[in-house]
T-cell receptor, first 111, second 112 residues
Framework: GEDVEQSLFLSVREGDSSVINCTYT??????LYWYKQEPGAGLQLLTY?????DMKQDQRLTVLLNKKDKHLSLRIADTQTGDSAIYFC???????????FGKGNQVVVIP | DAGITQSPRYKITETGRQVTLMCHQT?????MFWYRQDLGHGLRLIYY???????DKGEVPDGYVVSRSKTENFPLTLESATRSQTSVYFC???????????FGSGTRLTVV
């Protein structure tokens, strides 16, 4: 089964906020990541959060971490057409440092 | 240019043929990974390597072979391609000195 769970699709109007959620399984993860994949491209690191933080803000991006519930969210403020992409949350696994990914959440921004 | 380079970008091959996907990184990161991306499955780990000459299986290794004779290269070989191996393949690297994993642009492989 999947280590990381995400919902699959989100449609949002340009200028609105979008929120993407994920749950993870490994409570020992030092970092948790959000990756962005634009159409036909590879994955680029969007942002990350230390496991000892509850929140991280980076310009239009806000990451919230609830360690008790193993829940991670990404909020994009003032969503723009360039934000249309698939977003993956990921956690590194102990022992081999592999990244375990969710199935991804496709965000479509409507102009 | 610094980064991870994957080649070819696109490949069409026939069932039963051997095909090798190339991955080259310029940083000397110790860890390298191969993932495949399929609709409905997200990214699944095929093989990874912790250093030159050290490789290990991931979640879906069957039908694939890897080698890592040099730190910067991590080729992935499909010994006898099957249609189920039609996918987009991503190579990635990581080192303890970096925070995030860096991905290549991917190879889109079609097996006919």
């Amino acid at each position: 089964g999947e280590d990381v769970e995400q919902s699959l699709f989100l449609s949002v109007r340009e200028g609105d906020s979008s929120v993407i959620n994920c749950t993870y399984t490994d409570s020992s993860s030092t970092y948790l990541y959000w990756y962005k994949q634009e159409p036909g491209a590879g994955l680029q690191l969007l942002t990350y959060i230390f496991s000892n933080m509850d929140m991280k803000q980076d310009q239009r991006l806000t990451v919230l971490l609830n360690k008790k519930d193993k829940h991670l969210s990404l909020r994009i403020a003032d969503t723009q057409t360039g934000d249309s992409a698939i977003y993956f949350c990921a956690e590194p696994k102990a022992g081999n440092n592999r990244l375990a990914f969710g199935k991804g959440n496709q965000v479509v921004v409507i102009p | 240019d610094a980064g991870i380079t994957q080649s070819p970008r696109y490949k069409i091959t026939e069932t039963g043929r051997q095909v090798t996907l190339m991955c080259h990184q310029t940083w000397s990161h110790s860890y390298m990974f191969w993932y495949r991306q399929d609709l409905g499955h997200g990214l699944r780990l095929i093989y990874y390597s912790a250093a030159a000459d050290i490789t290990d299986k991931g979640e879906v290794p069957d039908g694939y072979v890897v080698s890592r004779s040099k730190t910067e290269n991590f080729p992935l070989t499909l010994e006898s391609a099957t249609r189920s191996q039609t996918s987009v393949y991503f190579c990635a690297s990581w080192d303890s000195a970096t925070v995030g994993y860096t991905f290549g642009s991917g190879t889109r492989l079609t097996v006919v």
